[in-house]
């Protein structure tokens, strides 16, 4: 999925703007003075795509009068083509709308839109705060699996201030919040926690296998116990016998000898 338009309107204080990106190669420079509008484009970007780095009321004009109300819309259209392209029609547009009564909480709208013509779309699906099937939940889920867009990922948004802090500190520090950004902290921690799980349970392996040879000898001194006591029943049940024969054979003896 390659970007390939872009509109919005009511953003901060810049006029209706169209980006036209179709046709352009692997990469897109974006450059101009401070105020220009680099980072607004980048918000917008990340904003359309529900991701959790943008603040919403960010992208609101700080010269809106007081019982004015705040209406704005953000559209990104893509492309499906390239080395990512999906099993889903040529185009793909997701489009955010704003609105905001004065003194009142933001509300928000998110469509994606798809077909082979920009201008025809065969499907439309909106996702509101309020619905069972189709909120923002599942808009983000959508974006992740079906459309293969990770919103947090997709664009790295900072400002100026925090790239210059980023390139002069400690390389520790730069590194754990490289790690929390791309949340190679929560892999460690799992890793680590998956260790000791793992140790724990080679631990409890290891009793295991000793409580099963301590119950093998018991098995196996009551298995002798058990030999002794049938070898012990054998030799009394042949130690009997012998004596009822040996008694029968001397009161026959006796009953012969008193009759001659």
Known sequence: MIP???WFSGIRDYSPTVMDLAGQME???ITGPNGAGKSTITYCMGAVLYSSKVDIEGLKSRNLQADEPWKAHIRLLFRNEGLDRLDAPDYIEFTLRIYQDPGQPVKKEFFIASGDDPDQWENTVRYTSGDRQYNFTAYKKDLQYKYKIDPDMFY???YQQEVNQFAVMDPQERFRIFAEMH????AQQ????SIE???ETQETLRTSETNVQYKKQILNIQSTALQRYEENRRR???GGQLYSRSLLQLEDYYRRKKSN
Do not use: C, N
């Open 4 to 6: 390939w338009k872009m």
């Open 27 to 29: 990469h897109v420079l």
């Open 156 to 158: 790295l948004i900072w």
């Open 183 to 186: 949340g190679i902290d929560r």
């Open 190 to 193: 799992s890793w680590e926690e």
């Open 197 to 199: 799980k793992l140790k």
């Open 236 to 238: 009394l049940l042949e």
